[in-house]
């Protein structure tokens, strides 16, 4: 089982962010956008 690195709970199902590598659950990001919730509040990052 992989590791959400924003909050550390262990899930089946972690994303890794396409802006900034870490790991993270779905409750830390928005998997279908790839996004980490640090990267998601980046107003400069653009798609």
Not at 1 to 10: A, R, Y
Not at 17 to 39: Q, V
């Amino acid at each position: 089982m992989s590791m959400c690195l924003t909050c550390g709970v262990e899930d089946e199902h972690v994303t890794r962010c396409k802006r900034c590598g870490e790991t993270f659950c779905a409750e830390c990001g928005e998997p279908d956008k790839k996004l980490c919730i640090y990267c998601l509040d980046d107003d400069g990052f653009d798609d």
